[in-house]
């Protein structure tokens, strides 16, 4: 467990110095929402209406800016072979890069959601829905998008490369942490969406350090 924490600070405490890739990240996902009230207009039935797919596509893009750094300047200066010989499983040590990568990506992003969203006329019931939808879907964002990274880790065009990866196993959290927030607006209820977010999210938990660990293992080869 020290061991994770270390990892964990480690990469905050570097993201802390490369602050304009984090802050890169968060003015896109904030331009990109407020372009659309702005284009659409003082519509606040249409506004409510795309407010969840717009927030949602919106941190699913800005958490995929950030990707191609999880892995590529470690294996840059030889840090990540040091973290695969260190008596340390390989696989505690990725679930912490991951958990750094969250806190400094996803985690903004939550916080700033509720902000953005009063522009789309969301009220405070539907903007808790919101939180909490981001709360289990931006985790889940990281650990896919590291399978991803680790996937292309070393290749030419890997960013374009990531991207084709990702983005199809994206879209189940898509769909469910946008729906949530439009089955509460309907007063369907959003405990179903949640539901399966949060089995989605465990089951990443559990099987997305794996599989990263197999395809670093395999680009360091």
Do not use: C
Request: hydrophobic share 60%.
């Amino acid at each position: 467990m020290s061991a994770l924490l270390a990892i964990v600070r480690r990469d905050l405490l570097l993201a802390m110095r490369r602050t304009s890739e984090m802050l890169t990240a968060l003015f896109f996902f904030i331009i990109v929402v407020s372009l659309f009230p702005l284009g659409i207009g003082p519509e606040p039935v249409l506004l409510r209406k795309i407010a969840p797919g717009v927030l949602w596509v919106a941190a699913l893009l800005a958490t995929m800016l950030s990707l191609n750094r999880l892995f590529a300047a470690d294996h840059a200066d030889g840090t990540l072979e040091q973290l695969a010989l260190s008596p340390t499983p390989l696989g505690l040590l990725v679930t912490g890069k991951i958990a750094a990568h969250w806190l400094t990506s996803g985690l903004p992003l939550v916080l700033l959601a509720p902000v953005l969203g009063v522009q789309f006329d969301l009220d405070a019931s539907a903007l808790g829905i919101l939180v909490g939808a981001l709360l289990l879907g931006t985790p889940l964002l990281s650990l896919i998008g590291a399978i991803g990274a680790a996937l292309t880790l070393g290749v030419r065009g890997g960013g374009v490369l990531l991207s084709l990866l990702v983005l199809p196993l994206y879209v189940p959290a898509l769909i469910f942490g946008a729906g949530a927030v439009e089955a509460h607006i309907s007063g369907l209820g959003a405990s179903g969406h949640l539901s399966l977010l949060a089995a989605l999210l465990a089951l990443a938990v559990f099987f997305a350090p794996w599989a990263t660990t197999a395809a670093l293992r395999v680009a360091m080869e």
